[in-house]
């Protein structure tokens, strides 16, 4: 950002929907390989524009676009599209047909179409593990929220608009706001305290539950499910932001309904005593 407003450039940033990763894997038949999606496209618009980012230029990653020759992207997208006067990538870059695409191809290219080109060096953490988006999926595979959290410098987070479910979380006393959650979410399956905004001036503090819900449903399908503690609101069809604070426990088959109202109780609780000590 400080150099953007240095040159009087315009912050922008450019993403690709699908990852790559997943496009090839997909592609042969073998999702197993798609790396898990950290957020949607929304939320990342949104992570990007609270950077200060100003463009974000969003490309269809599809075969035409796996197809391009290095020289091809450069020439196309960088210089005739975007009319980029400075890049900034990382040290490990790679790009068009068969990754043959490198730093220096865009350093030779920028020394002939008049941009500068810069690398981003590897950040350590104090233990002097680097930091990437694979050392964050690590960490919320393993549901480490706060691991998580100083990768990101702000919490998790997953938005979405509150769809009508069951309401069978109303009829043990735990009514919920249910979110459709994206396929392959890098977030583990479990119960976590977290923080809600959207639905009132401040955030509301509440205990979530991300999963299958296997104690009462067998078809598979992912979902966040929030409740709101001490508290009743209207939501449906609205768009909020859940924040991940801290992991409760993984999720569970329990093999009745009042197993299940108890344990959430219990769950209630722990986020209660957590919202008492760390606050909002």
């Not at 975007?82 to 865009?106: C, H, M, P, Q, T």
Request: proline share 5%; charged share 25%.
């Amino acid at each position: 950002m400080q150099t953007a407003a240095s040159k009087a450039l315009v912050p922008s940033v450019m993403t690709f929907v699908p990852h790559p990763r997943e496009y090839f894997a997909l592609r042969e038949q073998r999702p197993e390989l798609a790396p898990t999606r950290i957020s949607t496209l929304r939320d990342k618009v949104r992570s990007l524009s609270c950077c200060g980012i100003r463009h974000i230029h969003i490309r269809r990653f599809d075969q035409a676009f796996a197809q391009q020759t290095p020289e091809q992207f450069i020439e196309d997208i960088l210089v005739r599209q975007l009319a980029v006067k400075w890049l900034y990538v990382g040290e490990d870059f790679r790009f068009g047909s068969k990754r043959r695409g490198n730093i220096a191809l865009l350093r030779e290219a920028g020394a002939r179409f008049d941009f500068e080109v810069e690398t981003l060096r590897d950040v350590l953490d104090p233990n002097g593990v680097r930091y990437s988006s694979s050392e964050l999926r690590h960490a919320l595979a393993y549901a480490d929220i706060e691991r998580a959290s100083e990768f990101l410098g702000h919490p998790y987070q997953i938005s979405g608009h509150v769809v009508h479910g069951r309401k069978l979380g109303r009829t043990i006393g735990f009514p919920t706001l249910n979110v459709r959650v994206m396929p392959r979410c890098a977030l583990r399956s479990g119960i976590y305290v977290v923080r809600v905004e959207g639905l009132e001036a401040g955030p509301l503090a509440a205990i979530a539950s991300l999963g299958v819900r296997p104690t009462v449903e067998e078809d598979g399908q992912v979902l966040l499910e929030v409740h709101i503690l001490d508290k009743n609101v209207s939501a449906y069809g609205k768009l909020i932001t859940i924040s991940f604070l801290h992991a409760v426990r993984d999720e569970e088959k329990f093999p009745d309904l009042q197993t299940l109202t108890d344990a959430i109780r219990h769950d209630a609780d722990v986020a209660r005593n957590y919202f008492a000590v760390h606050g909002l």
